[in-house]
């Protein structure tokens, strides 16, 4: 079965921490995606990456970076954690067509 | 504005029925439009995908209908069950207004079937 892991279920963080959100995928896909999704405002682009050490910025890239060192790997970092960070994060990739994409579970975040 | 609005965030119907959801969007032209389930505390999982040049597609209970002219897409469930409860959202693809290959999603609508 298909998969995109993320490091995660829960995580609790305090303000001002460096903190990596992991993903992982088995697909061989190209192309990988950061969202955060918030009540009432649904699925928000972070960042994404069509191929190894590419990266672009979405539509909320300010206080995120990424790094895809391998293909199968997508790692969103919070340099300096917030309480607006405090969020569900969700990773997902596709393949070179973009179509479907295969999401993880997410990634609950607490800034406290 | 740009803008993506999926019909209501609530929409309650009895087994059996068929539940319509609605997508609209404004200002964009999308390459096509795919449609996501989502359950609480999970990732959403991908349904369909309906391109600009087609006017419906069908899988099993699912269908979805793409009006490019109405800049509007529906998603039906035909004979809904309770286990088809959970919210679903609605991705354009714009490549076309933004250059990105990226989905922006709307925010779901959540549809609860009543045994």
């Known amino acids: 079965d298909v998969k995109v892991t993320q490091s995660s279920r829960y995580l609790v963080k305090r303000t001002g921490e460096k903190v990596f959100l992991e993903c992982v995928q088995d697909m061989d896909h190209e192309n990988m995606f950061w969202y955060r999704q918030d009540p009432g405002l649904g699925l928000r682009l972070i960042y994404f990456s069509y191929d190894v050490k590419m990266k672009e910025k979405g539509d909320i890239p300010e206080g995120y970076s990424v790094s895809r060192e391998k293909k199968e790997r997508f790692s969103l970092i919070l340099e300096s954690a917030s309480t607006n960070q405090t969020s569900m994060y969700l990773c997902?990739?596709?393949?070179?067509?973009?179509?479907?994409?295969?999401f993880g579970s997410g990634t609950r975040l607490t800034v406290v | 504005s740009q803008k993506i609005e999926q019909n209501s965030e609530a929409l309650n119907i009895q087994e059996g029925k068929t539940a319509t959801l609605t997508c609209n969007y404004t200002n964009y032209s999308p390459a096509y439009l795919q449609w996501y389930r989502q359950d609480p505390g999970r990732g959403p999982v991908f349904l369909l995908l309906i391109r600009e040049n087609e006017k419906e597609k069908r899988k099993e209970r699912l269908k979805v209908t793409f009006d490019t002219t109405l800049k509007q897409s529906l998603f039906h469930i035909t004979a809904s069950q309770p286990a088809d409860s959970a919210t679903y959202l609605c991705a354009l693809d714009l490549r076309g207004d933004t250059g990105r290959r990226a989905l922006t999603f709307g925010s779901g609508t959540r549809l609860q079937v009543q045994p």
């Open positions: 997902a990739s596709s393949d070179r067509d973009f179509d479907g994409y295969t």
